[in-house]
């Protein structure tokens, strides 16, 4: 056979499976919500801005509307917009999109031991063991709100102590919002100046800029291919590895030093499981998914509360008349002379409010983690198939003009009555909705 045989043969095939193809699509989408024609292979990848993703899903929820159909390279996924549609998936029918969709740019690293990206019922078990651990820890031992109180004398002592001079908060918010997490994992905060609290901080703030960038989303829609092609993304498994060697440092200690009867931290909350589950087979805690679970508190508990403090710090500045109206607020109610506490909330309205305004507004979080339908549904007038992806658009919510009249506007009276009184908007979800949505990041 001649090479112009080959050829043609080669090209009847790539056709052939070019309208194979355009047919598994056709009958896909018809039953599925509305949404641009994708391509075989590709989806929709070239009709997505990957540097800038959430723009291009606002965009196709004004042309298609709060529910469509959008194609993650081969496979077909629904994304979900605005207050009511989001209620109506992830509250009103939770159990249907209540299971986890695969996060490969995370799971393809973290693996399958972990809380926040696993489904099953060992991942369930894990889940509601650390939210009652963080809840509840300490059994009569410092609260959270008590270290909170300390890491931020000690934040004010590293401010002081620049005496004045211009100075990035990236670091320094980072720093002390992951010492509160680490504390209560770990046992203890770090100085500032330690080499494994500045290698925490840069491995999450580095993993977070490439989940976020382009390589992250083209990773998240072909890992199998990505694996083998050069670029940032081949660098989040070293920064993984730098949290999980400090990580198994501290489990190391814990282990030689534990009481059972006197827990000082999660790790020791969770050897302890370990132990009383030993006789059990197929328990959900055993030494493997310990730094995995870890590794999803951390970076939960340090990037997006760093990032709203940092962004919360430079709308202040910009809207200093609001800053003000908090300002005269803090002096009312807690003054000058003492630390606030959580029992001072209610008697500070505006602060609350603002606070609200800027978990809003600054929208840290645009895209909830992937969610996947774990049965058959009928959603809203469309048949959509068990394991189909489902992405909520959290923007959408954030900015639904049917529950804030000038969402583009920094407005703490979103979230105030007539009478100054602090008011819930149902349209909120900086940490996504429904049960079980600790970790979004």
Known sequence: MDWSSTLLLLFIFFIVCIILNYIKIFKEKAT????????????????????????????????????????????????????????????????????RGEYPVFLNFVG?????????????????????????????????????LEEAHFLIKEFKETKGSPVSLTSYLAHSVSNVICSIVYGNRFDYNDKRLKAITDSIFNNFSIMSSMWGTIYNMYPDIMEYVPGPHKKMKKYF?????????????????????????????????????????????YIKSLPRTIQNLIFGGTETVSTTLRYGILILMKYPEIAEKIQEEIDNVVGRDRSPSIADRNQMPYTEATIYEIMRFCDVIPLS??????????????????GTYVTPLLTSVHYDRNYYAEPNKFNPNNFLDDKGSFKKNDAHMPFAAGKDKLFVF
Not at 33 to 53: A, C, E, K, R, S
Not at 118 to 141: D, H, Q, W
Not at 376 to 386: A, C, E, L
Request: charged share 30%; aromatic share 10%; glycine share 6%.
């Open 32 to 99: 599925l919500p509305p949404g641009p024609m994708p391509v075989p292979f590709l989806g929709n990848l070239l009709q997505l801005n990957t540097n800038d993703i959430v723009s291009t899903l606002m965009k196709l929820k004004d042309k298609y509307g709060p529910v469509f159909t959008l194609y993650f390279g081969p496979k077909p996924g629904i994304v979900i917009c605005g207050y009511r549609a989001m209620k109506e998936a992830l509250i009103d029918q939770n159990e249907v999109f209540g299971d």
């Open 369 to 386: 983690l992937p969610r996947k339908l774990s049965q058959n549904t009928v959603f809203r007038g469309f048949s959509i198939p068990k």
């Open 241 to 285: 590895q730098d949290i999980y060697d400090i990580t198994e440092d501290f489990i190391k200690h814990h282990e030689k030093t534990l009481d059972p009867k006197n827990p000082r931290d999660y790790i020791d909350c969770f050897l302890i499981k370990i132990k009383e589950e030993m006789d059990n087979p197929d328990s959900a805690f």
């Open 112 to 148: 399958d031991h972990d809380i926040a990206f696993t489904n099953g019922e060992k991942a369930k078990i894990r889940r509601r063991f650390a939210i009652l651990t963080l809840r509840n820890f300490g059994m009569g031992k410092r609260s959270i709100e008590e270290r909170i």
